[in-house]
């Protein structure tokens, strides 16, 4: 049972207690291994990572960096689930009342441990034609956009992701289709089409509408449902597909 509550529950004596925690060791070989964390008050997924790594065995592999949700490399399985685990708190998560398994991110390479190799991932937003590409390369202006257009809104609704690939990891069509390309580069490619400094529009949808592309999602929304920063990209890859077919009218693809 999971408990939702953000307050952890108290012993008799005051104290939380200690967490069981199951962490991933190995490759695609490896195994859940069991270590004992002390659970404290307002204590995250990272936290408890970071205890294990530095206090019971220093030869754990994870990565993080700035531990407040904004570089994006800390995301982890927390107990089934794709999440950024420095903005996950352990409260949020517990089974069993003291229970966490955490893992590698799932669709991508494990490298050892908890740590994936994003390489992949980073290579589809390249194939997507994830470039910005500027209409006036040598103008030293500020381009003037107005933040009420239609172009800047739908711009403005996925330009904060922070590509940590929980989305791609929650994807089921990238767990059955290697090659497609995945929520995330397809929300960069949407942000691109719609940002009217960018002179290459027909590139980028030219870019996405292929096989695995924009038409190989089945709408099944768990990127938007596990997207730590509330992006949609069920909502930007649906953008695509109707900007595909408008460019296919118009003859550009
Ligand atoms: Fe940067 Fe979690 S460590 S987002």
């Known amino acids: 049972m999971t408990n939702t509550s953000d307050t952890p529950t108290r012993s008799a004596d005051g104290s939380l207690g200690d967490l069981t925690v199951e962490i991933w060791r190995g490759d695609v070989e490896g195994t859940f291994e069991t270590y004992t964390v002390p659970h404290q008050t307002s204590q995250t997924i990272l936290d408890v990572v970071t205890y294990v790594q530095r206090k019971l065995d220093s030869?754990?592999?994870?990565?993080?960096?700035?531990?407040?949700?904004?570089?994006?490399?800390?995301?982890?399985?927390?107990?089934?689930?794709?999440?950024?685990?420095?903005?996950?708190?352990?409260?949020?998560?517990?089974?069993?009342?003291?229970?966490?398994?955490?893992?590698?991110?799932?669709?991508?390479?494990?490298?050892?441990?908890?740590?994936?190799?994003?390489?992949?991932?980073?290579?589809?937003?390249?194939?997507?034609?994830?470039?910005?590409?500027?209409?006036?390369?040598?103008?030293?202006?500020?381009?003037?956009?107005?933040?009420?257009?239609?172009?800047?809104?739908?711009?403005?609704?996925?330009?904060e992701c922070i590509g940590c690939g929980v989305c791609y990891a929650a994807c089921d069509v990238v767990n059955w289709n290697k090659d497609y390309l995945g929520p995330a580069a397809l929300n960069r490619a949407w942000t691109l089409v719609n940002d009217v400094r960018d002179g290459e529009r027909d590139t980028h949808i030219a870019a996405v509408a292929v096989d695995a592309g924009c038409h190989a999602c089945h709408t099944h929304g768990n990127c938007a449902n596990h997207c730590p920063k509330g992006i949609n990209p069920t909502a930007s890859i649906a953008g695509l597909k109707r900007a595909a077919f408008g460019a296919a009218l118009r003859g550009k693809l």
């Open 59 to 159: 030869s754990l592999s994870y990565r993080f960096v700035c531990r407040v949700g904004m570089c994006g490399s800390c995301a982890m399985t927390v107990n089934g689930s794709p999440r950024w685990t420095c903005r996950t708190h352990v409260s949020e998560v517990l089974e069993d009342g003291n229970r966490v398994r955490i893992g590698p991110l799932r669709n991508l390479p494990v490298i050892k441990d908890l740590a994936t190799d994003m390489t992949e991932f980073f290579d589809k937003w390249a194939r997507a034609s994830g470039q910005f590409r500027p209409t006036a390369p040598e103008s030293l202006a500020f381009a003037q956009v107005s933040p009420n257009s239609k172009e800047r809104r739908e711009a403005d609704a996925g330009i």
